[in-house]
């Protein structure tokens, strides 16, 4: 679900402003994202949320930073971001909240797969 200003392509959709919200339910212990940015000089922060809730440091994929606020992506070149490793299956529903436009290509979802990437 989209809430706020997006623009739909071919490939995704991509935010037209800053308070637009990407939204979806899920089934799985792990999420990630195909995500890009219409500039890559310029990284956008995207904060992910689950279930309303800023994802701790437990069950955040390897792509999380944190700051006050919780933890967030920055999106600079496309590709696939890891979003959440939760620490068992379960139902939840992800909202990602970019602080300028970024594009979503897709949504990938994984079970008992590996869990253990290398971290950065």
Not at 19 to 37: P, Q
Not at 38 to 53: F, I, N, S, W
Not at 91 to 108: R, Y
Request: proline letters at 5%; hydrophobic letters at 30%.
């Amino acid at each position: 679900m989209l809430s706020g200003r997006w623009v739909t392509q071919r490939d995704g959709v991509t935010s037209g402003d800053k308070h637009g919200t990407a939204s979806r339910r899920y089934h799985a212990r792990s999420v990630y994202a195909v995500l890009s940015v219409t500039d890559p000089k310029k990284p956008v922060r995207v904060y992910p949320l689950q279930d309303g809730e800023p994802i701790n440091q437990s069950e955040s994929g390897v792509d999380a930073h944190f700051d006050a606020q919780g933890s967030y992506l920055d999106v600079s070149t496309p590709r696939m971001y890891y979003l959440v490793k939760n620490t068992s299956f379960g139902s939840h529903l992800l909202a990602l909240e970019p602080q300028g436009d970024f594009v979503l290509d897709s949504f990938t979802y994984g079970n008992n797969c590996q869990q253990d990437f290398e971290q950065k």
